[in-house]
């Protein structure tokens, strides 16, 4: 079995675009953020979305927003001034946020994303 995403392009491009309104990924970069906003999905329901069945709702929209997030993330971080914080115009001076930090801002936010999506489901359920 190959590296699948939970969410495909039909889905992104229809169902979800229909209720949440734009979206920004590209068809030719939707395969590499989806498969990556299912990886950190799968961690954090620890292996109980059936992948046998049809994927619910919930899940198929975490991931494309995920994936959302993951792309504007990767669009910011293309700009050379993806960490700029602050800005003085006389006697310019500029404050930059470290990447460490930029990195922990973007994991809560898709720790938010999955929460949001998820808390109610169950899948997020690590007990016996």
Same mark, same amino acid.
């Given at each position: 079995?190959?590296i699948t995403?939970?969410? @495909?392009w039909?889905?992104?491009n229809?169902t979800?675009?229909?209720?949440m309104?734009n979206?920004?990924i590209?068809?030719a &970069?939707?395969?590499?953020?989806t498969?990556?906003?299912?990886?950190?999905?799968?961690?954090?329901?620890?292996g @109980?979305? &059936?992948e046998?069945?049809?994927i619910v709702?919930?899940v198929?929209?975490?991931?494309c927003e995920l994936?959302?997030?993951m792309?504007?993330?990767?669009?910011? &971080?293309?700009?050379?001034? @993806?960490?700029?914080?602050s800005?003085? &115009?006389?006697s310019?001076a500029?404050?930059y946020e470290?990447?460490?930090?930029?990195e922990e801002?973007?994991?809560k936010?898709?720790?938010?994303?999955?929460y949001n999506?998820?808390i @109610?489901?169950?899948?997020?359920?690590?007990?016996?």
């Open positions: 079995m190959g995403a939970l969410t @495909n039909e889905y992104y229809g979800y675009k229909e209720a309104g979206v920004t590209p068809q &970069d939707f395969p590499r953020y498969i990556q906003a299912s990886k950190l999905i799968r961690k954090y329901t620890f @109980n979305i &059936d046998s069945k049809a709702d919930d198929q929209c975490c991931c994936a959302e997030q792309y504007q993330c990767a669009v910011r &971080d293309a700009d050379s001034q @993806n960490n700029v914080t800005e003085k &115009d006389g310019w500029v404050s470290s990447r460490e930090k930029t801002s973007d994991l936010v898709q720790k938010g994303i999955i999506w998820l @109610n489901t169950g899948l997020m359920y690590s007990g016996v």
